[in-house]
């Protein structure tokens, strides 16, 4: 099946220190969605990027979609932590597809 | 804001039982999914239903039916539970295929 490679699995990181993670494909994609999801619910959107090189921030969040339409990134600037949990890639190639999801980073943050 | 709602949150089953989740979204989207999210394999989609009146299979969707039942409603059904069905499942919403989609807050689902 249609894969995207998210990296790093996990991170262990000290509160206030910024984070980043990204995904990449073999494959072009028109749209790259960012999800967090917190233990015990469902993914929630965080960012949705639809243009390649566009670069969109919600609050200490910050992603890009690569030039290349073939990866996206994920920053978070001064962890805090509430932001523990996994963080989600997803990826779609066309307007009819469905949504292709990365497998994950799991984010720790420690006080 | 209820969003998309499935039940039950929880349950165990027995090897062989069988059970539906409920699915229902308020915010008149056209799409509805189901996934399963199983530790190291991501979120991978079982089932969906692009429009009121059709259903698809996805990436996983042996030993599950489907039911779109109307524009709010999606049902997912496991005829004879095994335990290869232990998981998260997450029913998921989107205005159509191929737009942003919205999760529910998931269903754990044990089969002992």
């Known amino acids: 099946g249609q894969q995207l490679n998210q990296s790093p699995q996990s991170m262990f990181i000290q509160e206030g220190e910024d984070v980043s993670m990204n995904c990449t494909s073999s494959?072009?994609?028109?749209?790259w969605l960012w999800y967090k999801q917190d233990p015990g619910e469902g993914p929630v959107l965080l960012i949705a990027?639809?243009?390649?090189?566009e670069l969109t921030s919600n609050g200490r969040l910050t992603a890009q979609f690569g030039i290349t339409r073939k990866d996206s990134f994920l920053n978070i600037s001064a962890s805090i932590p509430s932001d523990v949990g996994i963080y989600f890639c997803?990826?779609?190639?066309?307007?009819?597809?469905?949504?292709?999801f990365g497998k994950g980073t799991k984010l720790s943050v420690k006080p | 804001n209820a969003g998309v709602t499935q039940t039950p949150k929880f349950q165990v089953l027995k090897t062989g039982q069988s059970m539906t989740l409920q699915c229902a979204q308020d915010m008149n989207h056209n799409s509805m999914y189901w996934y399963r999210q199983d530790p190291g394999m991501g979120l991978r989609l079982i089932y969906y239903s692009a429009s009121e009146g059709t259903t698809d299979k996805g990436e996983v969707p042996n030993g599950y039916n489907v039911s779109r039942l109307n524009k709010r409603e999606f049902s997912l059904r496991l005829e004879s539970a095994a335990p290869s069905q232990t998981s998260v499942y997450f029913c998921a919403s989107s205005d159509r295929v191929g737009n942003t989609i919205y999760f529910g807050e998931g269903s754990w689902l044990t089969v002992v």
């Open positions: 997803a990826g779609l190639k066309g307007s009819q597809g469905n949504l292709i």
């Open positions: 990027l639809y243009k390649a090189g």
């Open positions: 494959s072009i994609f028109n749209t």
